[in-house]
């Protein structure tokens, strides 16, 4: 691991990351914790022979099955339905979401043709200037995100005006009494709509605003983004958590239920990520101060393992057990903070989860063991956490973590031409969507975490929450 940064923050959190990493290695022997995983998953037998260097090119032809699946079926489309082999548009007009969803995944996995041709299309035919409401946090997670690590990826121009054009189209949803966004802009008119929302919608912002400022110069995006996340904080409860719904107008919440899963998740990520990235002083408190409330109240150690719950945001009292394939991001959150003992164990309950269905649940009740939602989207969430947690621990149990993974999603999730989500993870009953994340991130963290280390530095670059890696340079 590099040290030398000029990043203090960043300094700080490695060299803690590094220090709980050499005591791990001191206590116990690498794969300790128990037998690995692979050996009683019934592995098929060519997977469980697999090289790291075979396991990171059979990912890779996969991905390359995916995108051909695209290419033929959906081009210049946001989204292949896989099953019908069709397309999807998630509003008016297209976005070229997967295209730019997937850009940097291939320029990482070597496809540098792909790359290059996509990157033309993409300057060639996307365009902002549409009358369309969209979503401000989806857009920014994987649009904004997707065009900025390309343009550092490639150091093409075109795309860097692209995010700043995007940008400049989606500060509006900032004009709102509390400066905390609303849901949704238009890209054309700058109206907004949308004041009900949740802390993930209004805090995971700021990597991607934030690179814009550092990359374009202009202050403005950094200076929005940050006061939305500081008015999320600074509306925590008096015992440090925050609720699931909050009404940007009013300032108050609409739902106090706590937890670290969808509709807060990244808000934590990103204190995190923005402290790392930009040695943002306020992002490193605000986390610290979250993190300890969220591990005094929201933790929970139960007979099936040690897990994070739900539990309301004013008393810190339980509300209920559930657990799912959003939460599963956490592990690795934990591990790139530095606590690599509260990380590995829940990402071995994540990887109970996965196991016990035989493919991850969106949600369980985690006392019970019982499926809560019985779906599987083609999340990434476990999969990046096992991905930190190799990086950190080296501990070979994570790669054997993520042949089961590749075992599983190509059992389950294939088809002729490209993959598809469940609806039924005990029937395992297909249905026709392939979100781009899974080209954007399941596919890149199973394909990193079967490469060597300098395929991507982590020392150098921070993820936003949809996997595009962020260069601190700029
Ligand atoms: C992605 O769009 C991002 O990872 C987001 O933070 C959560 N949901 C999906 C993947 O599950």
Redesign the pocket.
């Given at each position: 691991m590099n040290l030398r940064t000029p990043f203090a923050a960043s300094t700080i959190f490695i060299l803690i990351a590094t220090l709980a990493q050499l005591a791990t290695a001191q206590v116990m022997p690498r794969g300790n914790q128990s037998s690995p995983p692979g050996s009683s998953a019934g592995l098929a037998p060519d997977i469980a022979a697999a090289t790291d260097a075979e396991m990171a090119d059979r990912v890779r032809q996969e991905f390359r099955h995916a995108w051909e699946g695209y290419k033929q079926y959906a081009w210049g489309h946001d989204e292949l339905k896989p099953l019908s082999k069709s397309y999807h548009d998630w509003y008016a007009k297209s976005l070229l979401m997967t295209p730019v969803d997937a850009l940097d995944t291939m320029a990482l996995m070597g496809m540098t043709d792909d790359a290059a041709k996509t990157r033309d299309y993409i300057a060639a035919n996307l365009s902002f200037d549409q009358d369309i409401y969209v979503k401000n946090f989806?857009i920014t997670?994987?649009m904004l995100g997707g065009l900025l690590s390309s343009y550092q990826l490639s150091g093409d121009k075109r795309l860097l005006a692209l995010a700043d054009d995007l940008g400049t189209r989606l500060l509006p949803a900032f004009n709102s009494p509390t400066g905390m966004p609303y849901v949704d802009v238009n890209l054309k008119t700058g109206a907004v709509r949308g004041v009900e929302t949740n802390p993930a919608e209004v805090g995971?912002l700021l990597i991607e605003f934030g690179m814009l400022t550092k990359l374009t110069g202009r202050t403005v995006y950094y200076e929005r983004a940050k006061r939305a996340v500081s008015e999320l904080y600074k509306r925590r409860s008096r015992i440090g958590l925050v609720g699931s719904g909050i009404n940007i107008s009013t300032g108050q919440w609409t739902d106090p239920v706590s937890h670290i899963g969808?509709g807060i998740?990244?808000y934590y990520e990103y204190l995190l990520k923005a402290s790392l990235l930009f040695d943002d002083k306020d992002c490193q408190r605000m986390w610290t101060s979250s993190i300890e409330a969220v591990n005094k109240y929201l933790a929970d150690e139960v007979s099936t393992g040690f897990w994070y719950g739900q539990a309301n945001m004013n008393t810190g009292d339980r509300a209920s057990t559930y657990f799912g394939?959003?939460d599963a991001?956490f592990p690795g959150t934990l591990a790139l903070s530095g606590d690599l003992d509260r990380a590995r164990k829940l990402e071995d309950s994540a990887y109970k989860m996965w196991t016990t269905f035989g493919i991850e649940p969106e949600e369980i009740n985690y006392k019970k063991m019982t499926i809560a939602a019985n779906g599987y989207?083609l999340?990434?969430?476990i999969i990046e956490s096992a991905f930190y947690l190799y990086r950190f621990t080296h501990d070979p149990r994570y790669r054997e973590m993520g042949k089961v993974f590749f075992d599983s999603l190509t059992k389950y999730c294939r088809t002729d031409v490209a993959y598809a989500a469940l609806s039924d993870v005990k029937r395992k009953t297909k249905k026709d969507e392939m979100e781009s994340?899974f080209l954007a991130?399941t596919l890149k963290y199973l394909y990193l975490l079967f490469s060597p280390d300098n395929t991507l530095d982590l020392s150098r670059n921070v993820f936003n929450?949809?996997a595009h890696p962020m260069r601190k340079v700029w």
């Open positions: 989806e997670i994987r995971t969808g998740d990244s394939a959003l991001f989207e999340r990434p969430e994340f991130e929450t949809e």
